[in-house]
């Protein structure tokens, strides 16, 4: 059992067969609680993760049937909800663990979706009658139901401003299908555009030459530091081009002043740590590794004393 998941979208949809949502920046789980049995909670890959989430995993309308669909979430120092936040707790899975530090680490369930109730599916009913049934349960305290919106662009504008991860955008009409990435449903991230110093390449798999990912580093007042290896958004004509721009550049060592991780080291053609790039990416996990970092293109105006 896997949750519905949204479509990439490339302009925020406008008309009243709309919705939005706030995007939240947590972990995805589907709640289940079945007669005679104790709730479940399973994760995106349909994992049971009710162990980690003591403080959720308790339904908070007693014995009913339901199965709901939503976020688990965690608030920074800002006040703000933040995936790093959650790094400590979402691979836990000893029940001692888990309760101490949902004492330190408290999470909210954002429930945004019920699919079934009393025993009825509701998969097949329109996202908006499904809405109204869950808005019905009154869910207000460690389970809650977040407000949706009309207004789509106001939204996306709001969350932006605020440092939201995004918003989605859903039909109305739409029918819930597990494990289907749905065109009727869209996200919208607000993404960060930062400059990163190449300090060294990995091969495609199976080849020796051919550049599928760069490892990048930042800049900062501890030397260059590690963050992350960036394979996505590139293709074989930037492969091409960023080969040939770093191939004057080998050296036998990493240039990184920390360690990387053997699994990133391993296979890596080290270069000097001139070439600057720029990266899209969702921000830093709490290692500082970035989050779905995504190639945009060499910084030929900039140079790493630029970066510090």
Do not use: C
């Not at 014995?63 to 936040?85: K, S």
Request: proline share 6%; glycine share 8%.
């Amino acid at each position: 059992m896997q949750p519905m998941l949204a479509t990439k979208g490339t302009h925020v949809p406008t008309g009243a067969e709309w919705l939005h949502e706030v995007k939240w920046d947590g972990v995805r789980i589907l709640a289940d609680l079945r007669p005679g049995s104790p709730l479940r909670m399973w994760s995106r890959n349909a994992n049971d993760v009710t162990v980690a989430w003591p403080e959720l995993s308790t339904s908070p309308l007693g014995e009913r049937d339901l199965l709901v669909d939503g976020e688990v979430i965690a608030l920074n120092d800002a006040g703000l909800p933040d995936f790093r936040v959650l790094q400590d707790r979402m691979h836990v899975r000893r029940a001692r663990a888990a309760e101490q530090l949902s004492r330190t680490v408290p999470a909210t369930f954002m429930v945004f979706d019920l699919l079934r109730l009393d025993g009825e599916d509701l998969t097949a009913l329109p996202l908006e009658r499904r809405r109204e049934l869950l808005s019905g349960l009154g869910l207000d305290s460690t389970w809650q139901v977040p407000a949706s919106y009309d207004d789509g662009p106001m939204l996306f504008d709001a969350t932006r401003q605020q440092g939201l991860e995004g918003i989605v955008s859903k039909r109305r009409s739409s029918r819930y299908v597990f494990g289907q990435r749905s065109p009727h449903w869209l996200k919208f991230a607000h993404r960060h555009r930062l400059s990163y110093v190449i300090g060294g390449w990995r091969p495609q798999e199976g080849t020796t030459d051919r550049l599928a990912a760069l490892l990048v580093g930042e800049v900062t007042a501890d030397g260059l530091l590690y963050r992350g290896r960036v394979g996505s958004g590139i293709g074989a004509r930037q492969s091409a081009q960023l080969a040939a721009l770093l191939a004057p550049l080998g050296r036998a060592d990493s240039p990184f002043d920390d360690e990387v991780p053997r699994v990133d080291a391993r296979g890596t053609h080290w270069v000097e740590p001139v070439v600057v790039v720029d990266v899209d990416t969702h921000g830093t996990a709490r290692n500082q590794r970035l989050r779905q970092p995504s190639y945009q293109g060499v910084r030929s105006d900039l140079s790493r004393k630029d970066l510090s």
